[in-house]
């Protein structure tokens, strides 16, 4: 394993969004607000706060402009934390600008039925759309992540063909976007195929900065992470507690866990920078506030103490 990839590594904390999405207790401001400031000062480089959506379909994310807009005040704003946001359409990046985010994330669905359910557009025509808010974005100096979901299967249509994924990436690039994450909505990756994509897709631009999102839904979570970032990955998305899941997808389970990754890392000798105990309490508070376990770890039995 090429150990040398472990020191430029980037967490990307996606609980508040991917997280949350899925619980149906609802959780008020002030405790999203605490959970915030608490990944920012755990280290967490990047944080992301919510997303732009129509809170009928996902009422958990109601107040993302209000969260932003409080994180933009000069007296709570972060030295060096990345406040992100994950953005479904133009109306989304209206709000985001409008609210100051600094990092716009969006993707599409590798999985037509996937892309439908998720979307209700095909997976060519969720791109074109993507790549112009991205293109649009871009233009007006913000930065931008786009993403490839279903990237390693599906739970409706199963495998999914790598040359697919391969070739939405190569339109992403054509565009002019560096920033791309392959994710793994249905948690259906494995080391291998990790290799061959992550592989593949750095070979085909120096430039290019890859992220990765894995679901824990098989256990392969954590080693996924540790092969991506064996072959090139910088920015690993990840949940407090383990929280997450896409609501249009047929099995919704966890992301992989933050304080889980971050014990793992440590253990290696990475990232000592990052408080883990913090990560600890937030996920003991989180799993007390919907009074039920999470699926991380380390938050129940406690670190290794090097």
């Given at each position: 394993?090429?150990?040398?990839?472990?020191?430029?590594?980037?967490?990307?904390?996606?609980?508040?969004?991917?997280?949350?999405?899925?619980?149906?207790?609802?959780?008020?401001?002030?405790?999203?607000?605490?959970?915030?400031?608490?990944?920012?000062?755990?280290?967490?480089?990047?944080?992301?706060?919510?997303?732009?959506?129509?809170?009928?379909?996902?009422?958990?994310?109601?107040?993302?402009?209000?969260?932003?807009?409080?994180?933009?005040?000069?007296?709570?704003?972060?030295?060096?934390?990345?406040?992100?946001?994950?953005?479904?359409?133009?109306?989304?990046?209206?709000?985001?600008?409008?609210?100051?985010?600094?990092?716009?994330?969006?993707g599409i669905s590798a999985s037509e039925t996937h892309s439908m359910k998720n979307t209700g557009m095909s997976?060519?025509?969720?791109?074109?759309?993507?790549?112009?808010?991205?293109?649009?974005?871009?233009?007006?100096?913000?930065?931008?992540?786009?993403?490839?979901?279903?990237?390693?299967?599906?739970?409706?249509?199963?495998?999914?063909?790598?040359?697919?994924?391969?070739?939405?990436?190569?339109?992403?690039?054509?565009?002019?976007?560096?920033?791309?994450?392959?994710?793994?909505?249905?948690?259906?990756?494995?080391?291998?195929?990790?290799?061959?994509?992550?592989?593949?897709?750095?070979?085909?631009?120096?430039?290019?900065?890859?992220?990765?999102?894995?679901?824990?839904?098989?256990?392969?979570?954590?080693?996924?992470?540790?092969?991506?970032?064996?072959?090139?990955?910088?920015?690993?998305?990840?949940?407090?507690?383990?929280?997450?899941?896409?609501?249009?997808?047929?099995?919704?389970?966890?992301?992989?866990?933050?304080?889980?990754?971050?014990?793992?890392?440590?253990?290696?000798?990475?990232?000592?920078?990052?408080?883990?105990?913090?990560?600890?309490?937030?996920?003991?508070?989180?799993?007390?506030?919907?009074?039920?376990?999470?699926?991380?770890?380390?938050?129940?039995?406690?670190?290794?103490?090097?």
């Amino acid at each position: 394993m090429n150990f040398e990839n472990f020191n430029n590594i980037k967490i990307h904390d996606v609980g508040m969004r991917d997280g949350l999405q899925m619980e149906s207790e609802s959780v008020d401001i002030e405790t999203k607000i605490e959970w915030i400031e608490e990944l920012i000062k755990s280290g967490i480089d990047i944080v992301q706060v919510g997303s732009f959506v129509h809170t009928g379909k996902v009422p958990q994310m109601a107040d993302t402009d209000d969260l932003f807009q409080h994180f933009n005040q000069q007296e709570n704003k972060p030295q060096k934390t990345i406040l992100s946001a994950l953005v479904l359409n133009e109306k989304g990046i209206e709000r985001g600008i409008k609210c100051g985010v600094a990092l716009f994330c969006m993707g599409i669905s590798a999985s037509e039925t996937h892309s439908m359910k998720n979307t209700g557009m095909s997976t060519s025509e969720a791109q074109v759309r993507i790549i112009n808010m991205a293109k649009e974005l871009m233009s007006a100096d913000k930065r931008v992540q786009v993403s490839v979901q279903s990237a390693f299967g599906c739970g409706f249509e199963g495998d999914i063909p790598e040359e697919k994924v391969i070739g939405i990436v190569k339109e992403y690039l054509n565009a002019g976007i560096r920033n791309i994450s392959l994710a793994d909505t249905a948690g259906h990756g494995n080391p291998a195929k990790v290799h061959r994509l992550y592989s593949a897709i750095r070979n085909m631009d120096k430039d290019i900065e890859m992220a990765c999102h894995f679901h824990n839904t098989y256990a392969m979570g954590i080693a996924n992470c540790l092969v991506a970032i064996e072959e090139g990955v910088r920015y690993i998305e990840t949940a407090f507690g383990g929280l997450g899941g896409c609501p249009f997808t047929k099995l919704a389970t966890g992301n992989v866990c933050t304080e889980d990754f971050v014990h793992t890392l440590q253990n290696m000798g990475f990232r000592q920078d990052i408080d883990l105990d913090r990560l600890i309490k937030i996920a003991i508070h989180a799993s007390g506030f919907f009074v039920k376990d999470l699926p991380g770890f380390v938050y129940k039995s406690g670190a290794i103490k090097r």
